[in-house]
């Protein structure tokens, strides 16, 4: 039995994440950390005081066509990039926001078994005063003004097929910019999945496959990470934000389309394009 649990510990062990700082290798602003789990997952820890003194900026992005992440990160002044919410062909399904102009919606309604289902999906908002915040919202017209957030989820099931309308309660935001994605993995510390009531059942995206994932989360001090991993089950993504001290956290496309480029080098990418990515940029 000792020499069971023994092996037990050690195999556990090697399954924990074991960071490694590697900013050294290239040459990053003051502020901005790159951290690596061996050829497993990366992310770049992003300070809010990199961001406060206005040098930087980061930045959602849309492009009419699907791009490669590799045109992403070749544009001028992109010091990193990780590609965006999800996207049919070159229609982007998730909310692309920048200087208060929505360019694509969150999707406010699905189909399963035929029955449309209004939906509230989650968006991480970054605003003027360089803050940023996670809520559920729903956007009934192109206006910044129609956009509504919540406090709450749909309360779908998984398998319902019977809509919930969406409440009146919501209250606008005073839009600046904003990407799109889910489900929502943390909320104020606590892992909040809300998988089923975003209605992902259904669509592709899986709680328990192994695949990769891409996601953004911020630190209760204002610190943004963006994440990837080459091939965790969405189940377990919250847990691993938490270790890297995540407040609030969101999902973004996975699968094929998550990718990762930092000073115009690749760290991770699988080749598939997408209209839709989130820059760290310098400003101007």
């Known amino acids: 039995m000792f020499a069971g649990c023994t092996l037990c510990a050690i195999t556990a062990a090697a399954l924990e994440p074991s960071w490694q700082e590697?900013?050294?290798?290239?040459?990053?602003?003051?502020?901005?950390?790159?951290?690596?789990?061996?050829?497993?997952?990366?992310?770049?820890?992003?300070?809010?005081?990199?961001?406060?003194?206005?040098?930087?900026?980061?930045?959602?992005?849309?492009?009419?066509?699907a791009t490669p992440m590799r045109e992403w990160a070749a544009g001028e002044g992109v010091i990193a990039a990780i590609n965006g919410g999800f996207f049919a062909g070159d229609r982007a399904l998730s909310l692309v926001a920048v200087d208060g102009q929505v360019l694509a919606h969150n999707i406010?309604?699905?189909?399963?078994?035929?029955?449309?289902?209004?939906?509230?999906?989650s968006a991480f908002f970054l605003?003027?005063?360089?803050?940023?915040?996670?809520?559920?919202?729903?956007?009934?017209?192109?206006?910044?003004?129609e956009i509504q957030v919540f406090e709450k989820?749909?309360?779908?099931?998984?398998?319902?097929?019977?809509?919930?309308?969406?409440?009146?309660?919501g209250r606008p935001l005073a839009l600046h910019a904003a990407?799109?994605?889910?489900?929502?993995l943390l909320t104020?510390?606590?892992?909040?999945?809300?998988?089923?009531?975003?209605?992902?059942?259904?669509?592709?995206v899986e709680l328990d496959d192994v695949r990769p994932r891409t996601a953004i989360c911020s630190r209760q001090n204002g610190d943004i990470i963006l994440y990837v991993h080459r091939g965790i089950a969405l189940r377990k993504v919250p847990a691993r934000l938490r270790q890297l001290g995540c407040w609030d956290a969101m999902n973004l496309d996975g699968g094929g389309s998550s990718a990762f480029y930092l000073g115009g080098q690749e760290v991770f990418?699988?080749?598939?394009p997408v209209p839709a990515a989130l820059l760290l940029q310098t400003s101007g």
């Open 22 to 65: 590697r900013s050294a290798e290239f040459d990053l602003p003051a502020g901005i950390g790159f951290h690596v789990d061996g050829e497993q997952a990366w992310y770049l820890d992003i300070a809010a005081s990199a961001l406060a003194n206005m040098a930087l900026q980061l930045v959602p992005a849309l492009k009419p066509a």
């Open 269 to 272: 990418d699988q080749g598939r």
């Open 179 to 184: 990407i799109g994605g889910g489900p929502r």
């Open 108 to 121: 406010p309604a699905l189909t399963r078994n035929g029955v449309q289902l209004p939906v509230l999906r």
């Open 127 to 145: 605003h003027a005063d360089n803050t940023s915040s996670i809520h559920w919202s729903y956007q009934s017209g192109s206006s910044a003004q």
């Open 188 to 204: 104020q510390g606590v892992e909040t999945l809300t998988y089923n009531e975003e209605v992902f059942w259904g669509s592709g």
């Open 153 to 169: 989820p749909l309360p779908y099931a998984a398998g319902q097929v019977a809509p919930i309308a969406v409440p009146k309660a």
